[in-house]
């Protein structure tokens, strides 16, 4: 996923009409989509999105269990994203050649991500965990490692997250909220400037 995007919106789908509504918006103008497994309707939405949207490349986020990351793969996921880092999901995302992104915040978790063969982590929630300034300071000791911010990011400091050489992308879900079409367009304009 590295340089395919600069941001990734966290998208939570609650049924097929939210599904058509939120998913039409991003096939539109911002075509990649974390859907999180925080609603029973996140293994549909994923199959939904894949047979109605192709062009969105699309994954599951909040994917906490290796049971949860098979059926994502099996719904058509890309991508596999975790609030933390788990041995069993990395198994068997490594096992479907599928990109998995662990959450990591600690120097002991991301070495145990090195030791899996991971080098592009989810840094979350990234404020709380001290934000940019964190990450650089991460980045001495683990040179190899690409972020990725979740959580406190959002148009007033995605210039700052993303002009750092150690930020893959960013995650979020400020676009998702109110009218997602002028958000992602307002986003896309923002990006041209960076």
Known sequence: ???????????????QADAEKQLSALAEHLPVAEI???TDYA?????YCVKNF??????AGTVINASQAERAIRAGAKFIVSPGLSEKVAAVCKREGVDYLPGCVTPMEIEAALELGITTIKFFPAQVYGGLKAIKALSAPFP?????????VGEDNLAEFLACDKIAFV???WMM???????????????KTL
């Open 1 to 15: 996923m590295n340089g395919k995007f600069k941001v990734v919106p966290v998208v939570v789908l609650n049924d």
């Open 36 to 38: 999180t497994f925080r």
């Open 43 to 47: 293994e549909e939405g994923i199959k």
């Open 54 to 59: 192709p062009q969105i490349y699309v994954g």
């Open 144 to 152: 190899q490692v690409k972020f990725v911010p979740t959580g406190g």
């Open 171 to 173: 995650g979020g879900s």
């Open 177 to 191: 909220k109110g009218d997602i079409a002028e958000n992602c367009k307002r986003l896309n304009t923002l990006l």
